[in-house]
């Protein structure tokens, strides 16, 4: 079990209870971070009591807690669940094995958010949390806010703030309706900002901490280095002259016609390069459903099962570009600098496009082969790394929960 021994440090003191929420693959990355800075807190926190120092609460570090130590309770709803796409990044991570398992798994969005509500309620009324803090967008970040929020909980939103203005993606949906039930609000950009307070949301309750991603890419350096050679050597590719391939989006994958091209287009690139493609499940299933394998019959494209985090990214460092319709390795590549070809019409993250290496591509076979042939022939775009974009972010969070609800 992890969190509440770990935080209680002296009964004398009073200390605050957090639920930190993760339920699918891009969580994960969100909320290692803030478990390793909540520890490393606590263990000040703890220093400080058996002193007393005065000398030491005068230099009062950065994230300092003094009385309030907090304890966590880890809830992993379970959206996503096999080892591929759940256990290996709580091992790489270094995430503690969940207090609670909600076990929902895949389902249609209105029984996947009901099921998550209603076996999270139980868990919000025993366990009595001060703070349920939830990342992202994913449909286990609105359930987990919404059931809290009713209980009268207190919700923290980290990535807060982001929109497509696209409704048709459920992520949309999610992102609008977590916010507007949240108490604290953290926003990676500026730009997240100007959408919440059009929204109406009072200002007071946004809070600019920069890109928690960040902070894991940071944290996870030396391993992610120590990959390289064993990782190249097994997919057989040559650093910086491969094509990394990511997508799983609905609007992608769930259309016969659009699938169909995109996998072409793709065929195309990888006359010019290899491309290694991990596939995600939905979109393997879907290919097998249309009857679309033998799209995929080249041996250009390499094709994997869903990688770890470390694989992952070290193979996003070494590459020449990415192709990919996720959110967050549109962040990723544009804190490593690694050109971008965003397959979508919209993004909810425009600073990767006004300020880092991302380019929207849409569906358009011509775009995408306009801007790989510009990337290859070493004209991608300038980019810059956009502020508080730093691996301190994790830090920022629990300083602003330290002024506003621990003390
Ligand atoms: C979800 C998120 C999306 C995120 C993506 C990252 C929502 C609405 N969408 O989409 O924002 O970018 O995760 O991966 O929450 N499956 C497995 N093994 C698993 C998990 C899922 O085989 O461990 C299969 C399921 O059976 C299902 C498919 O993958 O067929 C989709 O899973 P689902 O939870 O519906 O969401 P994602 O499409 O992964």
Known sequence: MCGVNEGRLNNKYMTKKFIIVAAARPNFMKISPLIAEIKRVNKISRHLLKKSSRRLTKNRPI??????????????????????????????????KPDYNLGVKAGLHGEQTGKTMIEF???????????????????????????AAKLHIKVAHIEAGLRSKDMSMPEEINRILTDHVSDYLFITEYEANKNLIKEGINKKKIFFVGDIMVDSLKNQKSKIKNKKHKLLKQFDLKPKQYAFLTMHRPSNVDDKKILTSLLETFNIISQKLPIIFPIHPRTKNRIKEF????????KNIVLTSPLSYLETVCLMINACLLITDSGGIQQETTSLSVPCLTIRENTERPITITQGTNVLCGHNRRKILKETDKILSGKQKKSKIPKYWDGKSAKRIIKALDNKILT
């Open 63 to 96: 994230t300092q807690l003094t009385k309030y130590p907090i304890t966590y309770k880890l809830v992993h709803t379970g959206q996503h669940y096999d080892y591929q796409m759940s256990g290996s990044f709580f091992k790489e991570l270094n995430i503690p």
């Open 291 to 298: 009857g679309l394998n033998n799209k995929l019959k080249n």
């Open 121 to 147: 309620e139980k868990v919000c009324l025993k366990e009595k949390p001060d703070l349920v803090i939830v990342v992202g967008d994913v449909n286990a970040t609105l359930a987990c806010a919404l059931t």
